[in-house]
Nanobody, 124 residues
């Protein structure tokens, strides 16, 4: 199983980026998919999740600015990030629940597959 995150980069405050996470090795249509992020010196934190019924969940810090979506036919999850702020600077990781139909958790859980991370830098 592989999760390949891409789309990170350097952007000015107020700008937008779209992250993608392409999965391979198994189907995740029945699993919740996640984005987490980790800034230097900080713990990994929940950003957004989408479950098998397309219900979405967001951290308060990104609500209204970020949108998570998924395309099961392409085995890909997306994170559209608008109105970016310097405090959004972090390495962004996608993750997939190994367990089908498990409820979304805002904490990194056991039994998750992780991608390698993509750097997002927002300049002021």
């Amino acid at each position: 199983v592989q999760l390949q995150a891409s789309g990170g980069g350097l952007v000015q405050a107020g700008g937008s980026l779209r992250l993608s996470c392409a999965t391979s090795g198994r189907a995740f249509g029945a699993s919740s998919m996640y984005w987490f992020r980790q800034a230097p010196g900080k713990e990994r934190e929940f950003v957004a999740a989408i479950n098998w019924s397309l219900n979405t969940y967001y951290a308060d810090s990104v609500k209204g600015r970020f949108t998570i979506s998924r395309d099961n036919a392409k085995n890909t999850v997306y994170l559209q990030m608008n109105s970016l702020k310097p405090e959004d600077t972090a390495v962004y990781f996608c993750a997939a629940d190994q367990v089908n139909f498990r409820q979304v958790s805002t904490s990194p859980a056991k039994n998750m597959y992780w991608g390698q991370g993509t750097q997002v830098t927002v300049s002021s």
